[in-house]
């Protein structure tokens, strides 16, 4: 896997402050957290899904359905502090009967990584001192936080030999406020020129769009064109309280598995466009295409935020998964017999399709 730059790795985010919560769990015993060791050495892998989406969009009302609902034993990550000076996240172990706090310290309260982030560290020695009382982590991000930096950081090379593995980006959209929040001139934004908010980014990264307090709006189909022409790859489920089934949600396997469903192609601020090309017809060509993609991520214009595709020669089957400037090409993928020629699809700003596909073809 080839990883983000210094720059990025500087501004990632925290993950969640001076916002309330209404989960509420019992906790039977408190105890300081102490790291005994750099490097997990259990084979177990736990996944993680990051749940982001703007202020009062119901990412914690979510949180507390799956916990209640879930027959999983789930580590919340979230801040309990508000503007406390003691700088550390509180993680609550939910297990239906039963919940145990301990303490996770990660310095300064921001995830900040070299190699391998001393905040993925802290989550894995977690686990690791659990015994086994944890199967699944949920990462609630703050309402203004960019989740792809930490996607990015928690989407590690197998070399590292982590004991978790990112499932998914699960953005929850506040189905009144929305539109509004994309249309912010005066909120978060990103970059120069067309207009950019948090909320695009959400969007743009994510795996599955949750459209909450659908009973507030009339024309949910307005709402959801709208989040179309941003990503046409993820599912949208209209949801009230955040109550939805868990398997719609959890264990998608989105950062490993290829299995996209392209509702259209877009163009606008932020948009989904799918790149159609031959098999390949000489192995060779895996090599070109990456040589394509390194050049589309590291060195054009380009402003690309998410990065899928599916790549065959014979019986040669590659999967592509990326974020922002982080790819990864897996081999051993499958091929459904539906798909008949090779596919890329890329998430990013103002993005041409008929620019791009020449691109490729002059590498391929």
Same mark, same amino acid.
């Given at each position: 896997?080839?990883?983000?730059?210094?720059?990025?790795?500087?501004?990632?985010?925290?993950?969640?402050?001076?916002?309330?919560?209404?989960?509420?769990?019992?906790?039977?015993?408190?105890?300081?957290?102490?790291?005994?060791?750099?490097?997990?050495?259990?084979?177990?892998?736990?996944?993680?899904?990051?749940?982001?989406?703007?202020?009062?969009?119901?990412?914690?009302?979510?949180?507390?359905?799956?916990?209640?609902?879930?027959?999983?034993?789930?580590?919340?990550?979230?801040?309990?502090?508000?503007?406390?000076?003691?700088?550390?996240?509180?993680?609550?172990?939910?297990?239906?009967?039963?919940?145990?706090?301990?303490?996770?310290?990660?310095?300064?309260?921001?995830?900040?990584?070299?190699?391998?982030?001393?905040?993925?560290?802290?989550?894995?020695?977690?686990?690791?001192?659990?015994?086994?009382? =944890? +199967?699944? $982590? *949920?990462?609630?991000?703050?309402?203004?936080?960019?989740?792809?930096? !930490? @996607?990015?950081? #928690?989407?590690?090379?197998?070399?590292?030999?982590?004991?978790?593995?990112?499932?998914?980006?699960?953005?929850?959209?506040?189905?009144?406020?929305?539109?509004?929040?994309?249309?912010?001139?005066?909120?978060?934004?990103?970059?120069?020129?067309?207009?950019?908010?948090?909320?695009?980014?959400?969007?743009?990264?994510?795996?599955?769009?949750?459209?909450?307090?659908?009973?507030?709006?009339?024309?949910?189909?307005?709402?959801?064109?709208?989040?179309?022409?941003?990503?046409?790859?993820?599912?949208?489920?209209?949801?009230?309280?955040?109550?939805?089934? =868990? +398997?719609? $949600? *959890?264990?998608?396997?989105?950062?490993?598995?290829?299995?996209?469903? !392209? @509702?259209?192609? #877009?163009?606008?601020?932020?948009?989904?466009?799918?790149?159609?090309?031959?098999?390949?017809?000489?192995?060779?060509?895996?090599?070109?295409?990456?040589?394509?993609?390194?050049?589309?991520?590291?060195?054009?214009?380009?402003?690309?935020?998410?990065?899928?595709?599916?790549?065959?020669?014979?019986?040669?089957?590659?999967?592509?998964?990326?974020?922002?400037?982080?790819?990864?090409?897996?081999?051993?993928?499958?091929?459904?017999?539906?798909?008949?020629?090779?596919?890329?699809?890329?998430?990013?700003?103002?993005?041409?399709?008929?620019?791009?596909?020449?691109?490729?073809?002059?590498?391929?």
């Amino acid at each position: 896997m080839l990883n983000m730059d210094q720059q990025e790795i500087e501004e990632i985010p925290i993950l969640v402050a001076n916002e309330t919560t209404d989960i509420k769990t019992e906790t039977l015993s408190k105890e300081k957290f102490k790291p005994f060791s750099s490097t997990p050495n259990t084979t177990k892998k736990i996944p993680i899904s990051i749940i982001t989406g703007y202020l009062g969009s119901g990412k914690s009302t979510l949180l507390q359905q799956i916990a209640k609902n879930s027959n999983k034993k789930v580590a919340i990550i979230l801040n309990e502090f508000g503007d406390s000076a003691i700088i550390e996240k509180s993680v609550t172990i939910q297990d239906q009967s039963e919940s145990v706090t301990e303490w996770l310290d990660i310095g300064n309260g921001c995830l900040c990584c070299t190699v391998k982030d001393t905040g993925v560290s802290a989550i894995e020695n977690l686990i690791e001192n659990s015994k086994d009382k =944890i +199967d699944y $982590i *949920l990462l609630e991000t703050t309402g203004i936080a960019d989740p792809a930096p !930490i @996607a990015q950081m #928690f989407w590690l090379d197998k070399g590292l030999a982590s004991n978790i593995y990112i499932d998914s980006v699960i953005t929850v959209v506040d189905s009144k406020n929305i539109i509004k929040s994309l249309n912010d001139k005066d909120g978060h934004w990103h970059g120069e020129g067309e207009l950019i908010t948090t909320a695009h980014l959400q969007l743009a990264l994510a795996d599955v769009v949750l459209l909450n307090k659908i009973d507030q709006i009339e024309n949910q189909d307005e709402v959801s064109k709208k989040i179309r022409e941003i990503n046409s790859t993820c599912p949208i489920y209209p949801t009230k309280f955040g109550d939805i089934s =868990i +398997d719609k $949600i *959890l264990d998608l396997h989105s950062f490993d598995v290829y299995n996209i469903d !392209i @509702a259209g192609t #877009f163009h606008g601020a932020i948009s989904t466009i799918c790149l159609n090309f031959p098999f390949f017809n000489d192995v060779s060509q895996f090599e070109k295409f990456e040589k394509f993609l390194q050049y589309l991520l590291w060195e054009s214009d380009e402003e690309i935020h998410r990065t899928k595709g599916l790549l065959v020669y014979n019986d040669d089957v590659r999967v592509v998964q990326g974020v922002r400037d982080t790819y990864e090409i897996i081999e051993n993928g499958k091929l459904l017999d539906s798909v008949t020629e090779n596919k890329l699809v890329l998430i990013g700003k103002q993005l041409d399709d008929e620019k791009l596909i020449n691109l490729l073809n002059s590498y391929i």
